[in-house]
């Protein structure tokens, strides 16, 4: 059974740093794209970032460019979020994916505060 | 990367069919055939409905089906039942390798 589970979210302060980690198992890991998808209270999906398998290709939005560094370690099963200079809009569940953009597997999600 | 346009509401009786509309450009939803369709409810993850335009995974109702046209891309959900009530979301490729999601619909059974 595929299984993702996400961690490290919590509450940090505008300007602050975050890592969150997606453990994947059920599914050999180094053969699939994955990526991060968010979503603000009460708001609507938005797509983060995605990485190719070996890590080669790393594409986000713009709104997190510079900010959000997207990363894995297939011998450890598990895909990286290190977000920092944190804003308030980036306030959110974001969930991990399996897959390039299309994605049949989620994860439940891990909440991000950026509150002072 | 604007997020595609999607009507904020829509509603129909059990039985009848709806459509559901996404709207992008040629840089997206016009330009590519990656376009997917997601079903959430509260508090959950989404779901799959839909890829690759009108493909959809196992396991998921042929009461759901997609299309595109142009830049628009639509969801019909056929002989509507109560547990559709749910947010629909469209996703795209885009030209700048990055994905992009739909502003989401909120689908009312009456």
């Known amino acids: 059974e595929v299984q993702l589970v996400e961690s490290g979210g919590g509450l940090v302060q505008p300007g602050g740093s975050l890592r969150l980690s997606c453990a994947a198992s059920?599914?050999?890991?180094?053969?699939?794209?994955m990526g991060w998808v968010r979503q603000a209270p009460g708001k609507g999906l938005e797509w983060v970032a995605n990485?190719?398998?070996?890590?080669?290709?790393?594409y986000y939005v713009d709104s997190v460019k510079g900010r959000f560094t997207i990363s894995r370690d297939n011998a450890k099963n598990s895909l990286y979020l290190q977000m920092d200079s944190l804003r308030v809009e980036d306030t959110a569940v974001y969930y991990c994916?399996?897959?390039?953009?299309?994605?049949?597997?989620w994860g439940r999600g891990t909440l991000v505060t950026v509150s002072s | 990367q604007s997020a595609l346009t999607q009507p904020a509401s829509v509603s129909g009786s059990p039985g009848q069919s709806i459509t559901i509309s996404c709207t992008g450009t040629s840089s997206d939803v016009g330009g590519h055939n990656y376009v997917s369709w997601y079903q959430q409810y509260p508090g959950k993850a989404p779901k799959l409905m839909i890829y690759e335009v009108n493909n959809r995974p196992s396991g998921v109702p042929d009461r759901f089906s997609g299309s595109k046209s142009g830049n628009t891309a639509s969801l019909t959900i056929s002989g509507l039942q109560a547990e559709d009530e749910a947010d629909y979301y469209c996703s795209s490729s885009t030209s700048s390798s990055t994905y992009v999601f739909g502003t989401g619909t909120k689908v009312t059974v009456l």
């Open positions: 059920g599914f050999t890991f180094s053969g699939y794209w």
């Open positions: 994916a399996r897959g390039s953009g299309v994605y049949v597997y």
């Open positions: 990485i190719r398998q070996d890590g080669s290709e790393k």
